[in-house]
């Protein structure tokens, strides 16, 4: 037979080729994501064609403008209804536009702004070879104490990729906080994954321990990434679909069989626990609860301390954000099987991170402890299983995030010869030779502990509430026994700075740019505000609190 004649049974046997319908994509409802998206490969082009000289103005200028636009384009999707009556899901069922990811949203881009400033600032560090430094190494390619390090710090290098580094991961957890399926969810937790583990190994100072911080964080974040990607394959095998609406229709029994092919294993419940167990275990690594929060302090402290006060607060409200739709939206039908677990998970999150945080030596690990235990003060109302769960939750990350971003803010502005000093005994007496930062800091430290009128009390009242509300009572008892203990830590650290006789050979206070200026005023304002006047923030966060399903 000629190919001619078999190829035109080829062709008579597979039949007509079917039209492939163009996928329908919600530019306008996307258009947030889309300009930090944007705005990072913007980045990478200046990086490629703007001359170095130029550079660092340029990315400072395009991350805020992008950061600000995209959160217009936030406040007006809200204004339009989109929060509330107009919530659906867009692009083909992989993204939700809803009340509760409108609000991460916006918090994660406002926390991602103040976090550009404190990247941008170029003021604490005295010059070197004439140019001013910021915290980030001169050439991040070059091998720590090398030749090539020498010349580019010489010749007035600065790494201005973080900026477009830091907008690909606020881009991805804007997805994170959004997606209605495991796949989308999935590649948004990989998208701002990897540039935080390239930016925690940027640190100009103490160059060995941010790249081990890295090579840690790089580590124990690709066996959490395996954990979810293998729960999600076992989720579709037991539901035939990624989606999330349909996982939770075959959990509750509405939807029998979805695809022939997988009809052996649909609805089996043993691939339900272990792939739901899987997909939480990836969360709760990024959230930072126990026993999943070993990186924590280690990253923390190494880091680059901008890097971490973002890493602190916008991942923390991304990962909260990935966690409350997957258990209210896709396993709400087996509360009663995962509840006991978070419950479990939450009062040894909350006793860890408060207990371990008493031995601490070094200001920034004190803080990563003291965010361990947040993360299982949150996930009380995360537990509650109420409307009121949703919306307390969204209120303690939106005052929680400019806390945090504030304190590591206070951080980077005490410093020696050899960088940042960040060992407690270093800030002895720091009230008397620098009383304004002294109390600044002293009030985000209030504000972490819980006490009335900070921003921390009233979130903490909320989620407890609503926890109460819920039924989780006893965990109400851990969080507040938690709370006393690690307000312990914290006026420690207070009398140390107002109590103690400064040391003559104790660090100096740098005097910062308007750039960190601003942070730490806008999270004292914040911090004040949510404490004084709640009720407004409360009402936003409780419209917001109803996920689109």
């Known amino acids: 037979m000629s190919p001619t004649a078999v190829h035109s049974l080829w062709t008579t046997a597979a039949g007509p080729i079917s039209k492939i319908d163009a996928p329908k994509i919600e530019y306008g409802q996307l258009s947030p994501t889309l300009i930090v998206i944007g705005a990072a490969v913007v980045g990478i082009l200046v990086e490629a064609f703007i001359p170095r000289r130029s550079r660092y103005y340029t990315q400072a200028f395009i991350a805020v403008v992008a950061l600000a636009a995209a959160f217009a384009a936030v406040v007006g999707l809200a204004a339009g209804g989109y929060g509330t009556t107009k919530s659906h899901i867009a692009a083909m069922g992989a993204i939700a536009v809803d009340g509760p990811s409108l609000f991460l949203q916006g918090t994660i881009l406002l926390a991602g702004i103040v976090a550009v400033f404190t990247f941008a600032e170029r003021r604490l560090d005295p010059e070197a070879h004439g140019s001013r430094v910021d915290s980030f190494a001169a050439q991040g390619s070059s091998v720590p104490g090398s030749d090539a390090e020498q010349a580019a710090v010489r010749a007035g290098f600065t790494t201005t990729e973080v900026f477009p580094l830091a907008l690909f991961a606020i881009g991805g957890m804007l997805v994170f906080t959004s997606a209605n399926d495991l796949l989308t969810l999935f590649v948004a937790l990989e998208v701002f994954s990897l540039p935080l583990y390239l930016l925690c190994a940027l640190a100009r100072r103490k160059r060995l321990m941010s790249q081990e911080a890295a090579v840690k964080y790089f580590l124990l974040g690709a066996f959490a990434s395996a ?44 691939l339900l626990i272990m792939g739901a167990a899987m997909v939480v275990m990836g969360l709760l690594f990024k959230v930072g609860a126990v026993p999943f929060h070993m990186w924590t302090p280690d990253v923390y402290q190494g880091a680059p301390t901008p890097v971490t006060g973002l890493m602190a607060a916008a991942t923390k409200v991304a990962a909260f954000g990935a966690l409350l739709r997957l258990l209210y939206v896709v396993l709400p039908g087996m509360s009663w099987d995962w509840r006991p677990v978070m419950w479990a998970i939450a009062i040894i999150t909350m006793l860890g991170g408060a207990i371990v945080a008493i031995t601490q030596t070094d200001i920034k690990r004190l803080l990563a402890y003291s965010s361990i235990a947040h993360a299982g003060f949150i996930l009380a109302g995360v537990i509650a299983m109420t409307p009121d769960g949703v919306s307390s939750v969204l209120f303690y990350l939106a005052g929680y995030s400019f806390v945090t971003i504030g304190a590591f803010a206070v951080v980077t502005l005490v410093r020696d010869a050899g960088g940042e000093a960040t060992h407690l005994s270093k800030w002895a007496g720091l009230g008397r030779r620098s009383p304004l930062v002294a109390a600044v800091f002293a009030v985000f430290l209030l504000a972490f502990a819980g006490i009335p009128l900070t921003s921390g009390f009233s979130g903490k009242f909320a989620v407890f509430k609503a926890a109460a509300d819920g039924g989780a009572t006893p965990l109400v008892v851990v969080g507040v026994i938690s709370s006393a203990i690690a307000a312990f830590f914290y006026i420690r650290v207070i009398v140390l700075m107002f109590f103690s006789e400064p040391k003559p050979e104790g660090p100096t206070v740098a005097v910062p740019s308007a750039l960190t200026t601003t942070t730490i005023a806008i999270g004292v304002a914040v911090t004040v505000v949510l404490g004084v006047a709640p009720q407004y923030f409360l009402d936003l966060a409780s419209q917001a609190g109803v996920f689109v399903r």
């Open 227 to 270: 954990f979810t990607l293998f729960g999600i394959a076992l989720l579709y095998g037991y539901a035939g679909s990624v989606s999330y609406s349909t996982i939770a229709q075959v959990v509750d029994g509405s939807i029998k069989t979805v695809d022939p092919a997988l009809a052996g294993t649909m609805g089996n419940d043993a």
